[in-house]
């Protein structure tokens, strides 16, 4: 009896090996999601949307107001994290104030920028400036004139990755948009139009 114990035992014990090995063949260990490892990559088109709060000069007081919009742009990204790219944004906006009997309004305004940026995988920090337009209104005793301003952007950003297509941001924009001479009925009023935006946004990209 002890022989037969003994002879079972060896042979359980030289058999093994291959019944594992048979079970690892059939059944392989799952392995890391190849996508879900890869790094993120930040070219190519996107469009979004951003909602924010900015405040201005305009016509000697201060307005401020929500402001949101539309923007659309293109990344090209580098080896090493280096990016470059271009957007252009459409705000409406709320930026609005009386005192007293004279009313000042940015009614909307836009910008044409480049953005260049580095990359670590899911988070992008970037600059940005180029051309920018305003919209304002100015208006004495209820009669109002609007001019169109025109001047440049600079801005500050960072960007985070949340899916492969889904990017969210927050922002910071300083519009100096030179000066424009308004009519009012106590004459004319020249004035700036300097508007600082910090908003937070979302993008789709394709």
């Known amino acids: 009896m002890k ?8 042979t359980g014990a030289l058999t093994a090996p291959a019944a594992a090995a048979d079970i690892l063949r059939q059944n392989p260990p799952l392995l890391a999601d190849p996508v879900a490892a890869r790094i993120f990559d930040w070219s190519g088109f996107y469009l979004g949307g951003n909602l924010g709060y900015g405040w201005s000069q305009l016509g000697g007081i201060k ?10 742009g293109y990344n090209y990204q580098f080896l090493g994290g ?14 609005d104030r009386t005192l007293g009997a ?14 260049i940026g580095y990359a670590v995988d899911r988070m992008l920090f970037y600059a940005t400036g180029g051309w920018a337009w305003g919209r304002g209104t100015i208006a004495v005793g209820g009669v109002a004139d609007r001019h169109t301003h025109n001047g440049w952007v600079l801005g500050l950003g960072a960007e985070a990755a949340i899916t492969q297509n889904i990017t969210a941001r927050v922002e910071y924009l300083r519009l100096n948009l030179g000066a424009e001479t308004y ?6 009023i020249r004035s700036d139009l300097d508007t600082s935006i910090l908003r937070l946004g979302l993008s789709y990209k394709f």
């Open 102 to 115: 004279l009313r000042a309004k940015v009614d909307n305004f836009g910008s044409v920028r480049a953005r």
């Open 82 to 95: 280096f990016m470059v790219g271009a957007e252009a944004d459409l705000s409406l906006s709320g930026i």
């Open 63 to 72: 307005p401020q107001g929500i402001v949101g919009g539309p923007h659309i």
């Open 183 to 188: 009519a009012t009925i106590v004459g004319p």
């Open 3 to 10: 022989k037969l114990l003994i002879a079972v035992a060896m």
